[in-house]
């Protein structure tokens, strides 16, 4: 039983660049949702995506943009890597009981 | 912007103490106030949660008060064990639906032998 799958989990990045996290979910949720967690920080929401069809803003967007591809699959994408986009991102989903899903975390380094 | 204010930020214990760790929110569109656990390296995980139609809910060891007219919210940990060192995250619903969440800052606790 997967639950929610994050890729990668690892990266290292040079400011600039741009790359994509892939999250997808198996439990048929309608709600997806991108979180970066800071030390000290706690987590904070990027974008959700409250059905397949919509996504809006969290608070902390800039920089960063989504796409919900299907009812499975909610992309996060970074187009030009800043050092202040260092974190362990994470993926979740959650369906009528509120309740959300985390993935494992995607950790990304930006040099 | 709404926030969520979460103390203290680390907690140490002896095996059998009952860690306490407080929220404080300042408005939230709906009355729904979950705790996450966090181990090292894994995301996290719903603990327990609360609707407050009650001030008091009991799930096992872990308990959640909540304070309306305060806006505060707190978790207990009754004959707390090693196993549930773990950082742990109280969170609140903002304006635009009861699963869109803001989170606190975190607590890690230690619970030591």
């Known amino acids: 039983n997967a639950g929610v799958t994050q890729t990668p989990k690892f990266q290292v990045l040079k400011t600039g660049q741009s790359m994509t996290l892939q999250c997808a979910q198996d439990?048929?949720?309608?709600?997806m949702y991108w979180y970066r967690q800071d030390p000290g920080m706690g987590l904070r929401l990027i974008y959700y995506s409250a059905s397949e069809g919509t996504t809006d803003k969290g608070e902390v967007p800039n920089g960063y943009n989504v796409s919900r591809l299907n009812k499975r699959e909610f992309s996060l994408r970074l187009e030009s890597a800043a050092p202040s986009q260092t974190s362990v991102y994470f993926c979740?989903?959650?369906?009528?009981?509120?309740?959300?899903?985390f993935g494992e975390g995607s950790r990304l380094t930006v040099l | 912007q709404q926030q969520v204010k979460q103390s203290p930020q680390s907690l140490i214990v002896q095996k059998g103490g009952i860690p306490i760790i407080n929220c404080a929110y300042e408005n939230t569109a709906f009355d729904y106030f979950p705790w996450y656990q966090q181990f090292p390296g894994k995301g996290p995980a719903l603990l327990i949660a609360i609707r407050p139609d009650v001030s008091e809910k009991k799930e096992g060891r872990f308990t959640i008060s909540f304070n309306k007219s305060a806006k505060q919210f707190s978790l207990h940990i009754m004959d707390s064990q090693p196993g549930d060192s773990a950082t742990y995250f109280c969170?609140?619903?903002?304006?635009?639906?009861?699963?869109?969440?803001?989170f606190g800052a975190g607590t890690r606790l230690a619970v030591h032998p």
């Open positions: 439990m048929n949720h309608n709600s």
């Open positions: 969170a609140a619903p903002i304006s635009g639906g009861y699963n869109k969440l803001i």
């Open positions: 979740a989903s959650s369906g009528y009981t509120g309740e959300l899903f």
